[in-house]
C-alpha cells in the first residue's frame, strides 16, 4: 500500500480499517519534543490528529493531509515525518526573462505543496536588473531594459522592466504564508553588465556598455581595486537586505573571467597592499569583504562554488555546488563547511528531457560521494535552478520545471533509503490534476525519459542554440583580454 503523497512520507505503519476524512475536523496537539519542521498523523476512527512542535510542522502535515484526502477511503494509520535536508530550494532566474507576479505566484504555490522551503531569486545578472532600487536609480532607468529581446528572438523591440518594492514585499509575503523564505541573489564581481551599464564608473575601465542580449560569460565586472565599488555593494545590499527578510544572501561569484583585472592598474594594487598572490585571491578578497559586511547585518551568505578558487574564502560561507569538477565543495564541506547540492547535469531544469530525464534527476544522490562523514553533515540540502535565456513564457518554464523539480523536492525531503522511482512515479501521476487545476502544465508522461535516439537528438539541438561562440571563447580563455 502507498500513500499519494509527494513528497513520500518518511514513516508510516497502518494500524488496519479506513475512513473519509475531513479536514476542517482535524484535532491538533502541539508537541515540543517534534523539529520545527516533522509533523506526525493518527488517522484512525475517530477522525485525524495533527502532532508538531508549531506552526511549520502542522503546515506540512496539512500539505500531506490535502493530498491523502483526495485517495477518498484513507487507511488508518500513524505518520511521523520530517525532513531529511533543512534547505530545499528552487531557484528561478528573473533576469534573462521576467514573470509575473502571478505567474511566480503559481510556482510557489506548487512548491509549497511539495514541502520546498527556500526561493532563490536571482535578481539581476547581465541581461537586466529587476529589483526596484531608491538609492541607485539608474539600475532601473538603464539597467532593466535591453535594446532588444535578445537570445535569438525576432522580436527586436526593447525588452526589460522590474519588480517594484511592493511587488516584492507581496511576493515575501505570499512565501512567508506557505513557510518559504526568499532568498536574493546580487551576482558580483561577473554578471554584473546590468550594474555597470548603468554606472559604469564601477568596471575597471568606466566605459559605457549596453545591456548584454545573448547567454554567456562576460568580461565587463566590478572593479576589485576602487573602493567605490564597496560603497556601491554595501549600499545595494543594505536595500536587498532591507525588503528581503531571509537569513541568507546569495552574493554569486560564478563565472568572473579576470581578463580586466589582470590589466586594471587599481587592481594590482588592490593585490600588492593587500599582499595577495593572484587575482583569483583577489576574488577572496573581495567575497570576504561582503561577507563580512552581510555577517555584520545578521546574514549568511551564500556564494557559488567557483567562490572556494581563490583558497582563501570565508569559512562561514555557504556554497552553491553547480559544477565542481575539482571536489573543491566536497573538500570544504569535509572541512566543516556547508553546501547546497545543484548539480548543473541533474538539477539544472533549463537543459531538455533529453539531456537530463526525469530518472537522472531523480536517482542523483545528493550526497556526493568524495564527502566523508562529516562532510554528509555539511549537506545542508538541494536547490533546483531555472535559468530563463531561453525559457520565453511561463508555459515553456512550467514544461521544463514540472515535474523535475518535484523530484528535487522529493530527494530533499525522504531519506535515501526511502528514495524510489518507480513509486514516485505513481504518486506523480496521481498529482498531475493538481498541477492543472493551479495553472501549471507540466510536460506529458512521454516526455519525461525519452528513449535514446530522442534524447541525443535533444541534446545536440540544445548545445548548438546555446553555445554561443563568445561563451565559449569567454570558457576557454577567460583570462585573455582582446577588446
Ligand atoms: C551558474 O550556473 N553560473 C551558477
Ligand atoms: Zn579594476
Known sequence: MILNVIPRINKVDYTGGESYIDLAAVKYTADDSYGDEAYGIVINAEGVEVISKGEKGKFYAMKTLEQIKNMGKVPHCVIKDAPEFPYRGFMIDSSRHMQSVDEIKKYIEAAARYKFNIFHWHICDDQGWRMESEKY????????????????????????????????????????????????????????????????????????????????????????????????????????????????????????????????????????????????????????????????????????????????????????????????????????????????????????????????????????????????????????????????????MCYMCFPRMIAVGERGWVTPENANYADFKIRLRNDIPYLKEIGITPADEREWDPPLKVRIDRTLGHLKKALSPASIKATLFPNREDD
Open 137 to 396: 536609480p539608474l539600475l532601473n532607468e538603464k539597467g532593466s531594459w535591453r535594446d532588444c529581446h535578445g537570445f535569438g528572438s525576432p522580436n527586436m523591440e526593447k525588452y526589460g522592466g522590474y519588480y517594484t518594492k511592493d511587488e516584492i514585499r507581496d511576493i515575501v509575503n505570499f512565501c512567508e504564508e506557505r513557510f518559504i523564505e526568499v532568498v536574493p541573489e546580487i551576482d558580483m564581481p561577473g554578471h554584473v553588465t546590468a550594474i555597470v551599464s548603468s554606472y559604469p564608473e564601477l568596471s575597471c575601465r568606466g566605459v559605457q556598455i549596453p545591456l548584454e542580449t545573448t547567454g554567456g560569460i562576460f568580461k565587463n565586472i566590478l572593479c576589485a581595486g576602487k573602493e567605490e565599488v564597496f560603497d556601491f555593494c554595501f549600499g545595494i545590499l543594505d536595500e536587498v537586505a532591507e525588503l528581503f527578510p531571509c537569513k541568507y544572501i546569495h552574493i554569486g561569484g560564478d563565472e568572473a573571467p579576470k581578463a580586466r583585472w589582470c590589466n586594471c592598474e587599481k587592481c594590482q594594487q588592490r593585490i600588492k597592499d593587500e599582499h595577495l598572490n593572484s587575482v583569483e585571491e583577489l576574488q577572496g578578497y573581495f567575497a570576504n569583504r561582503i561577507i563580512a559586511y552581510l555577517k555584520s547585518k545578521g546574514k549568511e551568505v551564500l556564494a557559488w562554488n567557483e567562490s572556494l578558487n581563490s583558497g582563501i574564502l570565508d569559512g562561514d560561507c555557504i556554497i552553491c555546488d553547480w559544477m565542481d569538477r575539482a571536489h573543491k565543495s566536497e573538500a570544504y564541506a569535509n572541512q566543516g563547511g556547508k553546501i547546497i547540492i545543484e548539480d548543473f547535469y541533474h538539477y539544472y531544469l533549463d537543459y531538455p528531457y533529453g539531456m537530463t530525464p526525469l530518472k537522472k534527476t531523480y536517482t542523483y544522490e545528493p550526497y556526493l560521494k568524495k564527502l566523508d562523514s562529516k562532510g554528509r553533515k555539511g549537506v545542508l540540502g538541494v536547490e533546483t535552478p531555472i535559468w530563463t535565456e531561453y525559457i520565453e513564457d511561463f508555459g515553456k
